[in-house]
């Protein structure tokens, strides 16, 4: 006797052929402008400019990537990005370890209030314009701190 088969309902299978209508339409729009932009960097600026660029490039040429490897600033400019990436991520890790470890203990006393209070502000955050006050009024502006500390 072969494995036992669950006949799926008829609403069931429009609820999946819905759900994957809705899914790809959101992915088309994501992939999109990607996809537009990878076009218009292999485009010439004339036809750029003139807007005959589609999702296929038009006059191809490499020049726009030709400059960015011939600069010299990519390899720097690519590291500062690691960096901040990498210590941003481990600062942020230990921090979070070292809050949430005492959260998961029921014998906490207040450990609901800050529960809350932690949920509330990433719901509603200071926003950008606080933050940049808040790192010129310490002193950090241009600073690698200025990076990191916001989104810890």
Known sequence: MGPMKIK??????????FNAIIL????????????YLVAQSFS?????????????PKDFNISTYKYVITDGKFIPYYGNT?????????CALLFS???????SKAELYGGKAI????IFTMY???????NYILMVSLGLRDTVASFILPGM
Request: without cysteine.
């Open 97 to 103: 370890a070292l809050l949430a470890y005492p959260l």
């Open 44 to 56: 010439s600026t004339q036809a750029i400019v003139a807007g005959e660029v589609g999702l296929i």
């Open 8 to 17: 799926e309902s008829a609403s069931y299978r429009v609820f999946k052929v």
């Open 82 to 90: 690691i960096v901040y990436s990498i210590i941003g991520t481990v």
């Open 24 to 35: 790809t339409l959101i992915s088309v729009a994501m992939l999109y402008p990607f996809l």
């Open 124 to 130: 509603f955050s200071g926003g950008m314009i606080p």
């Open 115 to 118: 529960n809350k209070f932690i």
